[in-house]
């Protein structure tokens, strides 16, 4: 629909409402020079994206993607397609921010996430992606699948790219030498020509299609008035090719296409590998919310009802049995079981709820029906609030900082300055354009930061490899940086440090039996304790088979109960025995399972967590980098203890909740100190997200796996010791290359400026500072003998 307006005799159109409230905007914020940019081009929204606006609105789409807060504002999470740079954050959040209706409206620049609330009964959705449209954008909701389609679609464009530079780099080369053969050895002039073309031919669509990439980095750079990296290489390679097409032309001079595909080639390596590096922005909310329940049963007037998590109320009764999971907080008023709450406090025993107990949201049931009261809604339970917490600590999250940014961000614009000014004194000294601009270039040649760019990337990418070799995945490169100045190392205890499951430790035997029968039995249940006494039956006997047991029997929290061929065997606790009339010693620091065959107790087995194997010596090795050891977990004192003393962990807290984990961190950062966090479970999730590295065992849950920095693979602590190792010694070679770099160019800049260096040698100059990098980087190999 068009809009005009008069204003001083002169009539303006605007495709829509909103282009007309930008350009006042615009005006009002002194940029309204942005229509003499955008010339004739209209901006407005094409009409296919018109079309489906009224999607937005739909019942369905709001159900899906919206969230209905308790105020009555709505909240959504948009993709804001067409960001390219802090500019378009800027000016998407101040047309957000000015549209009559909207509260809250923040875009996180790294992956294009806006969160928007605002007020329905003032403003449709469809209105707010119709304001984002008329300004050159596109909005739609975010959903994690297209974001991985997104994440791809990029990789596969720089890697076409880089293929094409590669292939045209290297044919180049061979028509390179023979022209350098033919300096010495003489040349046709007319064979000359056609190498020349050939060299061209394949230059051309290295420099357009290849460093698009750069030349896009460049204008993006300048229109927020900053020198990148980007803008010396695509100005360097420029330069070339335009002297070289020229020198093709007129039949003058050397050409120095070469140049130009080696400095594409080499610096879109470097990018490329950035690329791969990234950490994939999908939403760890996402994995939270995928753990829990949509639909949980609800009884209402004695009648059991499915239920949506999100209309469930306080006061409503609560069905939950084994095997599923809590959703909404709540305190027991009809039967009781075993709560596997490990996913949230690390406490590696079930823990047993009667009524009146309470019972937390991410919580398992593992044995016996029970039906409890909610003292919450599914916005405010425990599992909800961790996942707003995780979600504003994710976003605080400070970003790293590189060296090598820092120094390229003065360094190409020092370079750019002093090619000018080369430019100037050559051409004021000889009056020669040809001569004053091959030393300019030269300049920039010389100096185009292919080292300063691959000291980094390269150096961490052998890392990388070395560490994945020995089970340890770093999400992204800049992580090895702030891992090997760590010096503080927070653990979990359970399935960090220890295996995360009982074993047995002890056994006493009152009695013969078979061991069959105590199989068949334990096999019968999913408790742990049950799976413990199945793994020690099975390391210790050989050929065991599972009999045919009769009338199977969980009893709650206690054991279990069967029958076969006439007899009555029992297996569990000692409160169990107890009930049975059976009496047992209950001494023990451990946990206890009893084997009862007819009334008669025959065997008695102490389980317990064990710590990880090769635990103590990793950790003492980790120690003697000066790296202090804490360990923080939601277990008891007294297992929190044993387990400390037996690793030989320093210093620990025992029964924290995930929060007061994560205030342990901030403490050790107000402290001073950079702080890496290991854990496995969704209780350390909140703690990982707070620290400066996060590092989830393999095992681990798919919300640790997810919010974490680096991965141990193969769930060894030893690997978390070699995290360490390859981290500070990449980080010792990074730093020698950007030395190395930084001599090399102040060598070679002065020698380029004085004129002794043409394109031919700068290029070659510059190559040959990116293979010394390269080699010096394999060095970090040499400590370590991998797999």
Same mark, same amino acid.
């Given at each position: 629909?068009?809009?005009?307006?008069?204003?001083?005799?002169?009539?303006?159109?605007?495709?829509?409402? #909103?282009?007309?409230?930008?350009?006042?905007?615009?005006?009002?914020? #002194?940029?309204?020079?942005?229509? %003499?940019?955008?010339?004739?081009?209209?901006?407005e929204p094409p009409k296919e994206l018109s079309d489906d606006l009224h999607k937005f609105d739909l019942e369905g789409f709001r159900k899906k993607y919206i969230v209905e807060r308790s105020d009555g504002l709505y909240e959504i999470f948009l993709i804001i397609e067409g960001i390219h740079c802090a500019a378009c954050v800027w000016l998407n959040e101040k047309v957000l921010h000015q549209t009559p209706g909207v509260v809250e409206a923040t875009i996180n620049y790294t992956?294009?996430?806006?969160?928007?609330?605002?007020?329905?009964?003032?403003?449709?959705?469809? *209105? /707010?992606?119709?304001?984002?449209?008329?300004?050159?954008?596109?909005?739609?909701?975010?959903?994690?699948?297209? *974001?991985?389609?997104?994440?791809?679609?990029?990789?596969?464009?720089?890697?076409?790219?880089?293929?094409?530079?590669?292939?045209?780099?290297?044919?180049?080369?061979?028509?390179?030498?023979?022209?350098?053969? $033919?300096?010495?050895? $003489?040349?046709?002039?007319?064979?000359?020509a056609v190498l020349n073309v050939a060299e061209w031919v394949l230059a051309t669509p290295t420099l357009f299609y290849s460093g698009w990439v750069f030349f896009r980095g460049a204008w993006f750079g300048l229109k927020n008035r900053f020198v990148n990296m980007d803008l010396l290489v695509a100005s360097g390679a420029s330069l070339a090719y335009i002297y070289s097409l020229w020198a093709m032309i007129t039949g003058k001079g050397?050409?120095?296409?070469?140049?130009?595909?080696?400095?594409?080639?080499?610096?879109?390596?470097?990018?490329?590998?950035?690329?791969?590096?990234?950490?994939?922005?999908?939403?760890?909310?996402?994995?939270?919310?995928?753990?829990?329940?949509?639909?949980?049963?609800?009884?209402?007037? %004695?009648?059991?009802?499915? &239920?949506?998590?999100?209309?469930?109320?306080? !006061?409503?009764?609560?069905?939950?049995?084994? !095997?599923?999971? +809590?959703?909404?907080?709540? &305190?027991? +008023?009809? #039967?009781? !079981?075993?709560?596997?709450?490990?996913?949230?406090?690390?406490?590696?025993?079930? @823990?047993?709820?009667?009524? $009146? %107990?309470?019972?937390?949201?991410?919580?398992?049931a593992i044995d016996g029906v029970v039906r409890y009261e909610a003292t919450k809604d599914y916005g405010s339970s425990m599992l909800t609030t961790l996942v707003g917490l995780l979600e504003e600590s994710l976003t605080k999250k400070p970003k790293i900082e590189r060296l090598a940014n820092e120094i390229s961000g003065y360094f190409s614009l020092t370079i750019l300055s002093i090619a000018l000014l080369t430019f100037v004194g050559w051409f004021w000294m000889t009056g020669e354009f040809e001569r004053a601009l091959v030393v300019a270039i030269s300049v920039i040649v010389i100096a185009c930061p292919c080292a300063l760019g691959l000291a980094t990337p390269v150096a961490t990418l052998i890392g990388i490899n070395l560490a994945a070799r020995r089970g340890v995945l770093f999400k992204e490169a800049a992580y090895i940086e702030t891992m090997a100045k760590a010096d503080v190392l927070v653990l979990d205890k359970t399935g960090t440090i220890t295996e995360g499951k009982p074993h047995v430790v002890s056994y006493e035997a009152y009695g013969e039996y078979d061991p069959n029968w105590l199989y068949a039995l334990a096999k019968s249940s999913i408790h742990p304790v049950s799976q413990g006494i199945v793994r020690y039956l099975n390391e210790h006997h050989e050929r065991l088979e599972e009999v045919p047991l009769q009338k199977v029997k969980q009893v709650q929290a206690r054991g279990i109960t069967a029958e076969f061929e006439g007899h009555t065997l029992l297996g569990g606790n000692a409160k169990m025995m107890q009930e049975f009339g059976i009496d047992v010693d209950e001494e023990s620091e451990y946990t206890l399972f009893y084997f009862a065959v007819d009334g008669k107790a025959v065997a008695r087995f102490e389980l317990r967590?064990?710590?990880? *194997?090769?635990?103590?010596?990793?950790?003492?090795?980790?120690?003697?980098? $000066? /790296?202090?050891?804490?360990?923080?977990?939601?277990?008891?004192?007294?297992?929190?203890?044993?387990?400390?003393?037996?690793?030989?962990?320093?210093?620990?807290?025992?029964?924290?909740?995930?929060?007061?984990?994560?205030?342990?961190?901030?403490?050790?950062?107000?402290?001073?100190? +950079?702080?890496?966090?290991?854990?496995?479970?969704?209780?350390?999730?909140?703690?990982?997200?707070?620290?400066d590295i996060a590092i989830a065992m393999g095992s681990g849950s798919d919300v640790a796996l997810e919010v974490s920095d680096v991965v141990l693979l %193969?769930?060894?602590?030893?690997?978390?010791?070699?995290?360490?190792?390859?981290?500070?010694?990449?980080?010792?070679?990074?730093? *020698?290359?950007?030395?190395?770099?930084?001599?090399?160019?102040? @060598?070679?800049?002065?020698?380029? +400026?004085? !004129?002794?260096?043409?394109?031919?040698?700068?290029?070659?100059?510059?190559?040959?500072?990116s293979l010394m990098v390269v080699g010096n980087s394999m060095r970090i190999k040499s400590a370590f003998k991998t797999k």
């Open positions: 629909m068009i809009t005009e307006e008069e204003e001083n005799g002169e009539i303006r159109y605007f495709c829509c409402k #909103g282009c007309q409230g930008v350009y006042h905007l615009l005006r009002s914020e #002194g940029l309204d020079t942005f229509y %003499d940019k955008l010339g004739k081009n209209r901006l992956t294009n996430k806006a969160h928007v609330v605002w007020d329905p009964e003032a403003i449709k959705l469809s *209105q /707010i992606i119709e304001k984002i449209r008329a300004i050159g954008y596109n909005a739609y909701p975010y959903d994690p699948k297209l *974001q991985e389609e997104r994440a791809n679609k990029a990789r596969r464009d720089y890697y076409s790219r880089l293929l094409v530079a590669i292939f045209a780099t290297m044919n180049i080369m061979w028509i390179a030498v023979a022209q350098y053969t $033919g300096m010495f050895t $003489g040349m046709r002039s007319d064979v000359k050397e050409v120095y296409f070469d140049s130009v595909t080696m400095i594409i080639t080499f610096v879109l390596a470097g990018k490329y590998l950035e690329v791969l590096s990234k950490k994939r922005a999908a939403d760890t909310m996402d994995a939270l919310s995928n753990a829990l329940p949509t639909e949980i049963m609800v009884i209402e007037n %004695d009648e059991k009802v499915m &239920v949506p998590v999100e209309e469930v109320k306080p !006061g409503d009764i609560i069905e939950v049995r084994p !095997g599923e999971k +809590v959703a909404i907080d709540g &305190v027991v +008023v009809a #039967g009781e !079981g075993s709560f596997d709450e490990s996913s949230l406090t690390g406490e590696s025993e079930p @823990i047993y709820k009667r009524p $009146g %107990d309470e019972i937390v949201s991410g919580s398992v967590d064990l710590p990880k *194997q090769g635990a103590k010596e990793a950790i003492e090795q980790i120690r003697k980098l $000066g /790296i202090d050891i804490v360990m923080l977990t939601g277990d008891n004192e007294k297992a929190a203890a044993r387990v400390a003393e037996e690793v030989g962990v320093p210093h620990f807290k025992a029964g924290l909740f995930p929060e007061e984990k994560a205030k342990e961190i901030d403490i050790l950062h107000a402290e001073g100190h +950079v702080v890496v966090m290991a854990g496995d479970g969704i209780n350390d999730a909140l703690a990982l997200s707070k620290s %193969d769930d060894r602590i030893t690997s978390l010791r070699d995290a360490f190792l390859i981290s500070r010694r990449t980080y010792k070679f990074v730093k *020698q290359n950007l030395a190395l770099s930084v001599i090399y160019n102040s @060598i070679t800049i002065p020698l380029a +400026v004085a !004129g002794y260096v043409i394109p031919l040698v700068a290029a070659l100059s510059m190559s040959l500072s």
